[in-house]
């Protein structure tokens, strides 16, 4: 044993010495603590700055070193436990590419991480790069691409959180004053001020209209929501907007339809940040020209896992399945559950009976409501009459955090205190031919990638 320790210790000394004489060498880099200014700022400008930025929902600034350095620990202790960028999905099974991931690399985290360890240094003020110039937040994100500000603005009722006081949830339902029907290209959904900013977590619009379309009425029919006071009438989730997240455009040819007389039910969530503010939130929705609709219709449907029935000091599971219609392809995947859900997972069950792991949120928070986006290349492709799965799994015991109390039995309900488990998921449709096109495109692009095979 001794001998073999110092005999790689001496080949280790030797492999120091030639690295001394290199000016420049991979091995020394590897071995440099990261400085704020070089490495640490792209990341945070790029991963963090979204929230963590004078006036947005974070509680400190990680704009500049100084104000950075003192949470040097805590930045270490959150991002090396996955709990920040908050981005909750298990990035090793299912589907892994998603076009609104804002977690770290590994690189990015090992980085910080030997920052943090090196003793946080600042580096040359030289390296800092330039600031970020954010969006300017008082004007639609859109304004420029479309010519303007959004067709239709529709603004949820005014809401006062106190200075200080637990999460509130704000849930008024605003009609959408369309008279004939309509489709929708791009979404954009905002706090009305730069207040308003400060205190909304997250904002959840759902479009509540009769469905036209029988086959989509069917499906929605055969799911069991459980637990869900039902409001969308069939219809679906419109927008769900997070801090970050500046706006959804439909891919091309595809839109939501919108029904005359539709309402939109909003969920918002405000936090409170030590003043009082009163706030309203604005939907934006750019329209395609009224003879001009697009080709394919994308729904945001609520796919819900049945009734809870969670035991005191207990686990559960709960399960449901949700019928493709027509053939389609999934967008989307955001579970919904409250204080003692702790994972969700989404399957495809094809015609042949073959099963298929779409994806998989292992550590769930609450307090974020990520949807994952799949990006284009991967977006799963499904045959007419596929079944979705979703899967919810509880933890009422001691062992999860965010339990308030786990000697009580749990039951199905929207308030906080009861458990609701389902996903939204978006479904763009086509029809058989469509689809196969879809398929065939596909395959030939990764033919293509994967040299011909
Ligand atoms: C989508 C918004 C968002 C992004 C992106 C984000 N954070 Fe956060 N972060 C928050 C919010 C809100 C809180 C406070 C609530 C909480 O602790 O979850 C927080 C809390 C924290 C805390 C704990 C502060 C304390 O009180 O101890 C740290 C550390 C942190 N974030 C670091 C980071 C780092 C580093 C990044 C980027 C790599 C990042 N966050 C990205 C929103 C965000």
């Not at 003020?125 to 603005?153: H, N, R």
Request: charged share 25%; net charge negative.
């Amino acid at each position: 044993m001794k001998t073999t320790t110092f005999r790689s210790l001496g080949v280790l000394l030797s492999v120091f010495a030639i690295a001394a004489m290199m000016p420049v060498s991979a091995s020394a880099a590897e071995d440099e603590v990261p400085t704020f200014t070089k490495d640490i700022a792209p990341i945070f400008q790029a991963k963090c700055e979204a929230c963590h930025r004078p006036g947005s929902i974070a509680p400190m600034s990680l704009v500049t070193f100084q104000e950075s350095r003192p949470w040097a620990r805590s930045i270490k202790d959150r991002v090396s436990s996955r709990q920040m960028p908050p981005w909750h999905i298990d990035r090793t099974v299912g589907i892994t590419e998603f076009k609104n991931d804002r977690s770290l690399t590994d690189e990015e985290l090992d980085t910080i991480v030997r920052w943090v360890d090196g003793g946080a240094p600042r580096g040359n003020p030289e390296d800092m790069p330039a600031a970020v110039d954010w969006p300017d937040e008082s004007k639609w994100y859109f304004a420029d691409q479309f010519g303007g500000p959004p067709d239709l603005i529709v603004e949820s009722t005014p809401y006062t959180m106190a200075a200080e006081t637990g999460d509130a949830w704000w849930r008024p339902t605003v009609p959408t004053g369309l008279t004939e029907q309509r489709w929708a290209r791009a979404i954009e959904t905002r706090p009305s001020t730069a207040e308003g900013r400060k205190i909304t977590h997250h904002a959840i619009s759902r479009l509540v209209q009769e469905e036209p379309d029988a086959q989509i009425q069917r499906a929605n029919a055969a799911n069991s929501v459980g637990g869900v006071a039902d409001r969308s009438r069939g219809a679906g989730t419109f927008m769900e907007w997070a801090v970050g997240k500046q706006g959804e455009l439909m891919r091309p040819d595809s839109g939501k339809l919108m029904m005359p007389d539709s309402e939109i039910a909003w969920d918002i969530h405000y936090a409170a940040v030590g003043e009082e503010i009163t706030d309203t939130v604005q939907l934006g929705v750019y329209l395609y020209p009224k003879d001009a609709p697009p080709k394919y219709r994308q729904v945001l449907h609520l796919m819900g896992t049945g009734q809870m029935d969670i035991p005191a000091n207990g686990t559960a599971v709960t399960e449901g399945f949700f019928p493709l219609q027509r053939a389609g392809r999934v967008e989307s995947f955001q579970p919904h559950m409250h204080l003692r859900g702790t994972a969700m997972s989404m399957e495809a069950i094809l015609p042949t009976g073959r099963r298929q792991l779409l994806s998989h949120v292992g550590d769930f928070n609450f307090n974020w409501h990520n949807s994952y986006v799949y990006t284009d290349d991967v977006a799963p492709l499904l045959p007419k009459g596929t079944l979705l799965k979703i899967t919810a799994w509880y933890d009422n015991t001691a062992a999860n955090r965010s339990n308030p109390d786990s000697n009580v039995w749990v039951g199905s309900g929207s308030r906080t205190a009861d458990e609701m488990g389902h996903a939204w998921v978006n479904v763009t449709y086509f029809e058989d031919e469509e689809y196969e096109a879809e398929v065939a495109k596909r395959e030939a692009a990764e033919a293509a990638i994967g040299g011909g095979e």
